[in-house]
């Protein structure tokens, strides 16, 4: 589609928590309208609504499970109906694919199921959400995905989880070519460790904090916000010669 607004919006999958909600909070503050999403956090995602409306902004929060293709259709016209009743428009400009959850056990451990599950939401979904979407995406727009320090440095037990999000950032180099004669530019963000709610909150210790620092060239732990920062500047026209690209923001982790 050709059409243009100057109000940017943007869509967040698992935007109720976590880095979800700094990068919704994030965009927000830059000026940028938010439809997020949450699988089960409905009363987390109305508050995160309700913090970027409180900013000026409009903000949409819509159920999704990522892991089940098949409702992807049903999806896609909730968001068609969503952007002509709340922006009158077609097309959205920002897509981040942040939803996922944690899978920590040793390789020799790990079952089918706990593999396919990881599979279901860590790269299906974002192979077929992103495909399914790229009708309503902009031209000219940006995805952002999200991968893991995991795949540069290794901690044990982490093997099937930096899987998928390898498989992730190579997808994301064939997004940007295949999709660059549309002008879509597509990164893929790496996080380092970071102090929130991910992995059952194990990194939000005293003592995690304190390795943390001890880990990263910048001598503190990561939080939630430095990642929503990223992803707002990464989304911004200030970044749009920047495409195919991993970025790792983990303060400079085990260098």
């Known amino acids: 589609m050709s059409e243009v607004k100057d109000q940017k919006v943007a869509l ?38 309700a913090e970027i409306e409180a900013q000026g902004r409009k903000a949409v929060a819509l159920q999704l499970d990522t892991s089940v293709v098949s409702e992807f259709p049903n999806f896609v016209a909730q968001i068609r109906d969503v952007l002509a009743s709340t922006w009158d428009r077609e097309i959205f400009d920002i897509l981040v694919n942040n939803a996922g959850f944690a899978h920590i056990a040793p390789f020799e451990e790990t079952t089918e199921e706990q593999f396919d599950d990881l599979v279901g939401v ?64 597509v990164n893929v963000v790496a996080p380092g460790p970071i102090a929130t709610d991910f992995a059952g909150g194990m990194m939000k210790s005293d003592e995690a904090r304190s390795y943390l620092a001890s880990q990263t060239a910048l001598s503190r732990a990561g939080e939630a916000e430095d990642v929503g920062d990223a992803i707002a500047s990464l989304a911004s026209d200030a970044s749009r010669w920047i495409t195919a690209q991993r970025i790792e923001v983990s303060g400079g982790a085990n260098l």
């Open 122 to 185: 860590h790269f299906k979904g974002v192979f077929f959400l992103t495909q399914s979407l790229l009708p309503l995406i902009a031209d000219g727009g940006s995805i952002i995905n999200y991968s893991t320090g995991l795949t540069r440095f290794v901690v044990p037990g982490s093997a099937a989880y930096a899987a998928m999000k390898g498989a992730i950032e190579i997808l994301t180099k064939y997004q940007a070519k295949e999709l660059g004669a549309r002008g879509i530019r």
């Open 12 to 49: 967040i999958t698992g935007g109720n928590r976590g880095l979800g909600r700094a990068d919704a909070l994030a965009l927000g503050a830059t000026g940028v309208d938010v439809i997020l999403t949450y699988r089960s956090g409905k009363d987390e995602a109305a508050q995160v609504v």
